[in-house]
């Protein structure tokens, strides 16, 4: 089945001209190779707090590498890992010390990861967005500069609509969740034995909690983008 789905995805990309089936193919591949290491893993790693979070540690680097490769380039890294951690781990602490979570290796590793992969995306689009607003609007930057704005607030206002829109998936999702999809969160828990109503609350906390992460890792990368730190090769009049 999971080389029919794979096999699906890639003559769909192929019919539309897309260009991505071999990214396709590679992306499954990875997915793969990493969930057999990770099962064969977790278990252990569950046994030991410091082991689950030198874990969380590693999802950190992953989801940063990722979002600077997806943004610029992999020396940003440590970068990209700012809008990431600014977001993840804050709401992350506050909703176990709150106790709406159980404070065990268990329950809180899943939720690093959600919140993390959350952060991530949202830096990706939001970085990709910004650059490519302010490369495609260089002159509107130029034009602000001539009218007396520092280069901050020049670029703030050419990218901050645009890398705004980087929350859209998160909002829909929270908009029609119950109407158009039921999430993870809500059916691992009915499938835990869970009544519908801690799946609900379950689910609640998961999508609002991403909101709050995915709204400061965005608003945290279009600062790294106005400052002139987060940028690509073409960028570097900034």
Not at 18 to 34: D, E, F, K
């Amino acid at each position: 089945m999971l080389a029919a789905l794979v096999l699906l995805a890639v003559v769909a990309a192929a019919a539309g001209r897309l260009g991505a089936g071999r990214g396709v193919v590679t992306a499954s591949a990875r997915a793969v190779v990493q969930l057999g290491v990770v099962s064969l893993l977790i278990a252990a790693v569950l046994r030991s707090w410091w082991a689950t979070a030198g874990f969380i540690g590693l999802m950190l680097l992953v989801a940063a590498g990722t979002s600077a490769r997806r943004v610029s380039t992999l020396r940003h890294g440590q970068l990209a890992m700012l809008p990431i951690a600014a977001g993840a781990l804050p709401v992350g602490s506050v909703v176990v010390a709150a106790g709406t979570v159980p404070r065990a290796t268990i329950a809180v590793l899943p939720i690093a990861g959600i919140l993390i992969g959350g952060a991530m995306t949202a830096t990706s689009l939001a970085g990709r967005r910004a650059l490519d607003e302010l490369h495609d609007r260089h002159g509107e930057y130029e034009a602000a500069l001539a009218l007396g704005f520092l280069p901050r607030d020049a670029a703030l206002e050419v990218v901050r609509p645009t890398a705004g829109r980087a929350l859209v998936p998160a909002l829909d999702q929270t908009r029609t969740v119950g109407l158009v999809t039921l999430p993870g969160a809500f059916v691992g828990v009915l499938l835990g034995g869970g009544s519908a109503v801690q799946a609900g609350a379950t689910q609640l906390l998961v999508l609002l909690a991403l909101l709050a992460v995915e709204a400061i890792a965005v608003a945290v990368t279009v600062e790294l983008v106005a400052a002139g730190l987060l940028r690509r090769p073409f960028s570097e009049f900034l």
